[in-house]
């Protein structure tokens, strides 16, 4: 089962949003030749408006991990929050970043899969868990499920997306089917996308053959769109903008001195970049869509994400 309850010199240049942005949250952002201590305002947001806390991850196992520049799995929220309703967890990715190889890994897990909301007990779709009980529910129902630890968790507003694309002046995807959606022409073969384009190139699936697993794997090119969109600008100019866009839509369980562990030991991993999609076998029950993943499914990816970088 998951677990439970758990002064450098100004001058000195290394590569610290590979970290920070975590869409969907996360999102990791890339920027080079400048110190992240040395931006007041970074603080200020991650501290007051990005960092909460939550019961379901010891964060002292996490920070030992932090310390030793173990490997981390941070599972990414995207959610589609509605007034007066904080909306259900549609996109969920479990991001394993292994800083000795310098590589990480993306594995996406369907928001129809199967699956018992630990603290709720009713059997459901996964993506339920965050509706009824938030990220702490959404961080144990999948712990249990693929029997691993979560160290940290981020949380984005779906909405946020677009202006996250925006502020690094929009990304570069290479799209494997061509599709219309939301009023805008998507064709096959490399793409130069806006904030709201992107939104429109994710939220896609009806029309996708693959339905929700078309879906995921435009969501990790958008995931990898900022972050390779990121690591080639100057950002110190958008600095601001960016930390605008994270305090009106990312919570995480990170803390500062965390992020700034992150960047300083973990910026390498995205040399290398890992992807998988679970899948399973469609059922219905009780009028509802589900994924059943056989458990050989759940061992497999089990085994990835714990071994990742052995």
Known sequence: MGRKGRSKSKSKKFSWWKILIVIFGVLLLTVSGIAIYLISNVRSTVNNHLHTDIESIDTAVTKKKLNNKDPLNILLLGVDERENDRGRSDTMIILTLDPDNEKMQMVSIPRDTEAEIIGDGRVTRMNHAYAYGGSD???DTVESFLDIEIDYFTRVNMEGLSQLVNSVDGITVHNNRAFQYDGYQFPQGQLQLTGKESLA?????????????????R????IQGVIDKGASLNMISKVGDVMDVLGDNVSTNMDFKALRKLATNYSGARKETVTYQMSGSSKTSSGMYLIEMPNEEIEKTHDMIENFGS
């Open 219 to 222: 969501q990790r090119q958008v």
């Open 137 to 139: 529910m959404a961080v």
């Open 201 to 217: 190139y994710v939220r896609m699936r009806k029309e996708d053959p693959q339905g929700d697993l078309g879906r995921n794997e």
